[in-house]
Each structure stands twice: as C-alpha cells, then as structure tokens.
C-alpha cells in the first residue's frame, strides 16, 4: 500500500502584515504573493486597478499595498494610489514600475518606488519598512 503525503500550508499568525499585491501579469503576481506569504505576510491579490479599488471598498483592511503602474481598465497604479490617498490616508502604498519615474509615484505619496525588474527581496524590504511604524 503506497502512502500519499500531503504538504499543508500553515496559516499565517494573526499579526501578519496583510499586503494588496496589484499586477496584472500572472506570473509576476504569482511569485511575488507566494514568496510574501513564504516570509510571513497575509497576501490578497488583485489583478487591476479596478479590482483592487472593490477590494479596498468592500472593507478588508491592509497595512500596506504593493502596485505596478501600467494595468489594464480605469484605474492604473497612479490612480489606485491617488484613491488610497484620497480614502485611507495613513496606508502605505509601495509602487513599482519598469516604465515610470520614481519622481512621479513619490509625489503622488507613495511611500516608495521599486524600478521593475526588482529581486524579491526588494519586494519583502519596501513592504517590511512601510509597516514597520504601523
């Protein structure tokens, strides 16, 4: 008789920070929420702008949202930032983006820029420092 293991996913504790990861590319959602939630994070994923505006509306809280700029729909990252900014003043906003100056997502009030491509790493260090006074 052969045994089948079956490999768990522990929950993460209560504490964890809980990050919106916003991206609209597949693969690039995919690995950073799982390396997120690997290291400890709470991680609900959006694909859009749009999506991740519903998500904020529906009530869920976060202490933090990792954006790329360029998605598809109304709302890009500037946008979603401008709506964080606007709805839920003291909520760090991380950007990312291979095509936009850092200039423009800090003076809209991101709390920092990440020029794509970024190591995962970077990733867990900007989110980390952006709710480490939360």
Do not use: W
Request: charged share 20%; with cysteine.
């Amino acid at each position: 008789m052969q045994t089948i293991s079956i490999r768990t996913r522990e929950l993460p504790p209560a504490n964890a920070p809980r990050v919106l990861v916003v991206e609209d590319e597949f693969l690039i959602r995919m690995i950073v929420s799982d390396y997120l939630r690997e290291i400890g994070f709470t991680v609900v994923e959006a694909c859009s702008g749009d999506e991740a505006v519903a998500v904020l509306r529906s009530g869920v809280l976060f202490d933090v949202v990792f954006t790329d700029v360029r998605m598809p729909g109304s709302t890009d990252g500037l946008a979603l930032l401008a709506y964080v900014r606007a709805t839920q003043p003291g909520l760090p906003v991380v950007v990312t983006s291979g095509h936009l100056l850092p200039a423009l997502a800090l003076a809209g009030g991101a709390v920092e820029f990440l020029a794509k491509p970024c190591g995962l790493e970077q990733v867990a260090e900007a989110l980390c420092a952006a709710t480490s006074g939360r």
